[in-house]
């Protein structure tokens, strides 16, 4: 009864966005548009002191390095407009975020040439695979600002992962670390069920049939 209670709740408090025709396109099978920004991840937000804060870089590269917030902050920063997409049935439309383009990193990493794959390292013990390739996308930011603010902690602050064109369990929060891998592994939840590419427009979802995500699973989260 409580629960229930709770539930409807906060479904009373999410909007959901009418899609204009000309934004359909845009919205993968399977999706509903929100206009607030729901916040999931799993264990609990990490808080830090920017000082003691490194991005570290490993695996297949010539020498292993660090990063702190600073270096980072003083490389080209960009901004990229996108659509995100959530396993969980959410997409939101046109958000704007800022921060260092994969692209441009990637000349400062020494990966090696056989690096054909990448694991991005987050706190609290997260990680999520991706190809090389996906993060050399145009779009693809490690990414401190969210709609022309820093990004809050329980977004990523201070730095996040953005792939747009997958879904956003790949878009990792608290990042810590990127390793070059001449083979793939699985991330977190791609050993838990998840597909291993995600890909919203071919509702890459899971790595099986067994699963099934409810349609309001987003829904009893919590929300900006
Ligand atoms: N470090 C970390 N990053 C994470 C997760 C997580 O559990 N830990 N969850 C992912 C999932 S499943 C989603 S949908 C998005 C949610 O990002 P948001 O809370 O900013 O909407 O973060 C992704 N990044
Ligand atoms: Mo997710």
Redesign the pocket.
């Known amino acids: 009864m409580h629960n229930k209670a709770e539930r409807l709740r906060k479904i009373t408090s999410v909007k959901i966005a009418e899609v204009a025709p000309e934004l359909a396109h845009r919205v993968p099978p399977g999706q509903t548009v929100t206009e607030r920004?729901?916040?999931?991840?799993?264990?609990e937000v990490p808080l830090y002191d920017l000082n003691s804060w490194s991005l570290r870089v490993f695996g297949e590269v010539e020498q292993e390095r660090t990063f702190s917030f600073e270096e980072l902050m003083a490389l080209p920063q960009s901004k990229t407009l996108c659509d995100?997409h959530?396993?969980?049935r959410w997409s939101k439309l046109g958000t704007e975020w800022e921060g260092v383009k994969f692209a441009d990193l990637l000349p400062l990493l020494g990966a090696k040439p056989e690096a054909r794959y990448v694991m991005i390292h987050?706190?609290?013990d997260?990680e999520?695979n991706l190809p090389l390739e996906d993060l050399l996308h145009e779009d693809v930011l490690l990414a401190h600002r969210f709609d022309g603010e820093p990004l809050t902690d329980?977004?990523?602050w201070p730095l996040?992962l953005l792939v747009p064109h997958l879904?956003?369990?790949?878009?990792?929060?608290?990042?810590r670390g990127i390793e070059f891998m001449k083979e793939d592994r699985p991330g977190?939840?791609e050993r838990n069920g998840f597909h291993n590419y995600a890909d919203p427009f071919k509702e890459e979802r899971f790595s099986s049939d067994e699963f099934l995500m409810p349609e309001d699973e987003w829904m009893k989260k919590e929300f900006d």
């Open positions: 920004f729901p916040i999931l991840h799993e264990g995100i959530c396993v969980t987050a706190d609290e997260y999520t329980k977004h990523g996040r879904y956003f369990w790949k878009s990792a929060k608290w990042i977190f939840w």
